[in-house]
């Protein structure tokens, strides 16, 4: 049993699986969290891959000072990622809202709504930057086991199930 | 063929205790050799068994009444038919059972892609049913091909027996059908040119896009072994046929590899066709082939 702790601890740390979700970013961030996967950087040889689904991911990279538009959107799709997970708060936007502070079309920081864990600030911050927040993430995924911070609210899905 | 034996051959090789570490081998070769092409790195040797690992460790969804218990059966169905389909492949010379029937190995190969139209539907997901009716739509066309080219190799030998076909020597009109199921695989194995079913940055995942954790491990693993199978059969078909057991298994081996290979970098140099372009490519290039393969067999088993 122990044994089987310690190689799932591994495994976890080795296959990050990211889902990448804009909330009103100006694409910079965006762009750097795809150099990360090109050639160039290469985050795969981590183990990491960008799902298409929400339900694949560990780890939830969100960009953008979050607007009031987007504030649903997030709930859900954290909701949606299968525990354990971690959220990585990409850009100074997410973290503190950037330049954009008092605008009245948001409703940020990111902290506000879902519980983060990692923040890479920057404006864009650069793609080793990004790989190394994932690694960090991917290191708290291993140490945290089953016990996710839980969302405030239960989302339902079309399927009619209950989400943690 | 005593009880021991087809045990062994189902349980040890080519069955389970080969099969799972040659998926993930399979799989880590097409990431690694797609990702050289590129000009990367690519990830380590162990990352599709670490990927298995974290997937099993982590929670899935609560799922209730008729469509939870089907959403929870479907992977394991497509991972016990693509476990048999490996099973069954003749790689060592032997006598008698199931081992190498060209008709249940058929069965067995599709059952995957009917699980995988079925969970897309049955999760209830709008991306997941547009994967299923992608899958659907092209199964249908690769089908086609791919079963007529299988019938010819078998018409033109008179039987339907797999082990019977391999020992015969290749014939160039062998070598036509081998041509057509091999390029019937990337759309079996939704590799790039026909990777619609699952395409992701368009419809997230299609019809895994609601499966979690171990339901999504099984699913990996399905498709792994549907690698190992689809490669396996064109294997046995191409290599030549050796008394020795050892050779035989080292020869099924390297070539599996090779069609791995090919296949990943036809997958890195091309791009995803549209479902019309890919319908049309399989009804109208395609099947000339596989008409041609079975006409002449017909031809060569009259004049005979």
Same mark, same amino acid.
Not at chain 2, 14 to 35: N, Y
């Given at each position: ?17 990211? @889902? ?49 538009? #987007? ?23 997410? #973290?503190?809202?950037?330049? @954009? ?17 990692? @923040? ?45 | ?88 492949? &003749? ?77 015969? &020597?290749?014939? &160039? ?12 695989? &990337? ?36 498709? !792994? ?17 050796? !008394? ?61």
């Amino acid at each position: 049993m122990k044994l089987w702790s310690r190689l799932v601890c591994y495994a976890r740390r080795r296959s990050p699986w990211l @889902f990448h979700m804009n909330s009103g970013s100006c694409n910079g961030c965006d762009i750097e969290l795809v150099a990360a996967l090109t050639p160039r950087y290469d985050a795969e040889q981590l183990g990491v891959r960008l799902e298409g689904s929400p339900r694949h991911a560990d780890i939830l990279c969100i960009t953008g000072p979050v607007t009031k538009n #987007a504030v649903g959107a997030i709930k859900t799709v954290y909701g949606q990622v299968y525990g354990p997970k971690a959220v990585i708060a990409i850009g100074s936007c997410p #973290a503190t809202t950037n330049v @954009f502070i008092d605008s009245r079309t948001l409703d940020g920081p990111l902290q506000k709504h879902i519980p983060v864990d990692v @923040f890479v600030p920057g404006c864009p911050p650069r793609p080793d930057a990004i790989i190394k927040g994932v690694a960090k993430a991917a290191e708290i995924l291993a140490e945290r086991g089953s016990n996710s911070p839980v969302a405030t609210v239960a989302i339902a899905t079309p399927a009619g199930e209950e989400q943690p | 063929m005593n009880i021991v034996t087809a045990l062994a051959r189902l349980l040890i090789f080519p069955g389970l205790l080969f099969a799972v570490p040659a998926a993930w081998a399979f799989l880590w070769v097409e990431r690694k050799s797609v990702a050289l092409m590129q000009g990367r790195v690519g990830p380590p040797f162990m990352q599709p068994f670490f990927d298995f690992i974290k997937l099993l460790s982590k929670s899935t969804p609560p799922r209730r009444g008729i469509a939870g218990a089907l959403m929870r059966a479907w992977p394991l169905i497509a991972l016990g038919s693509a476990a048999g389909a490996v099973g069954l492949l &003749p790689v060592l010379p032997s006598s008698g059972g199931f081992e190498g029937d060209l008709i249940l190995l058929l069965a067995l190969f599709e059952l995957p892609a009917m699980c995988i139209i079925a969970a897309g539907f049955s999760s209830r997901s709008i991306f997941g049913e547009i994967g299923s009716a992608r899958e659907a739509a092209l199964s249908v066309s690769y089908n086609i091909v791919f079963l007529l080219a299988i019938l010819s190799i078998a018409a033109s030998q008179h039987t339907f027996r797999l082990e019977a076909l391999a020992a015969l &020597p290749v014939s &160039p009109l062998r070598l036509l059908g081998i041509l057509a199921i091999v390029v019937c695989l &990337p759309a079996k194995l939704h590799l790039n040119p026909f990777s619609l079913p699952n395409a992701e940055q368009e419809i997230y995942s299609g019809p895994m896009t609601e499966y979690a954790g171990p339901e999504l491990a099984m699913w990996e693993l399905a498709h !792994g072994l549907e690698w190992v199978a689809a490669t396996g059969l064109v294997a046995t078909l191409i290599a030549p046929h050796f !008394g020795a057991w050892w050779l035989a298994a080292l020869v099924f081996v390297a070539l599996s590899f090779a069609i791995v290979l090919l296949l990943s970098a036809v997958a890195a140099a091309t791009a995803r066709l549209a479902i019309d372009t890919t319908v049309r490519f399989y009804w109208q290039c395609t099947l000339i082939f596989a008409v041609l393969a079975i006409s002449s067999a017909i031809f060569v088993r009259y004049r005979l």
